[in-house]
């Protein structure tokens, strides 16, 4: 069977538009849920960590995990790991033992996820962020999976309801 496949696009006028998408789709976030972010060095993939992490219910403060590589934290429900592979190696990653937590308990959260793409499940959301001038950001999204092709497909449903109404 071909595996579905989802596109979408959000664009953020401000990082209040950056919550409201974090905010949506921690709402349909459950254990074993991947998101894959990637994008320039400041494009927002820790502001999208912290308002996801805030949206799920972890309490206080949610850092860069640049130099620790993997935190977790308590969300209301479930656990949020939060990664950013940017200063290791693929090597390196592959002894981490990351299918610990991208098959746990919780949600996972993984800044720069294309430098250890063979490492990842397949099927995830994909979010690349991309400066656009000043608090803009365009966040193009992919759905690998039935699952998160559903979820751009809500996200282009909304977008087509937001014009409507
Ligand atoms: N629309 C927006 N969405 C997200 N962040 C924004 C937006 N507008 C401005 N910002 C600001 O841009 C900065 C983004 O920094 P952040 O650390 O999240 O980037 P990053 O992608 O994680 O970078 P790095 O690759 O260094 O980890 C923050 O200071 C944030 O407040
Ligand atoms: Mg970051």
Known sequence: MQTAIGEA??????????????????????????LALDGDLGAGKTAFSQFFAKA??????????TFTIIKEYEGAEMPFYHMDVYR????????LGLDEYFYGSGVTIVEWASLIEELLPEERLELYLEHTGGEER????????????????SLNDREVGKQNG
């Open 9 to 34: 696009q959000w664009r953020a006028i401000s990082t209040q538009d950056t919550e409201e998408l974090a905010t949506l789709i921690a709402s349909w976030a459950k254990p074993g849920t991947l």
């Open 56 to 65: 799920i219910g972890v309490q206080g403060i949610v850092n860069s995990p």
């Open 88 to 95: 290791v190696s693929l090597e390196e990653a592959d002894e």
């Open 138 to 153: 365009l966040i193009r999204l992919k759905g690998i999976g039935e699952t998160y092709a559903g979820w751009c497909q």
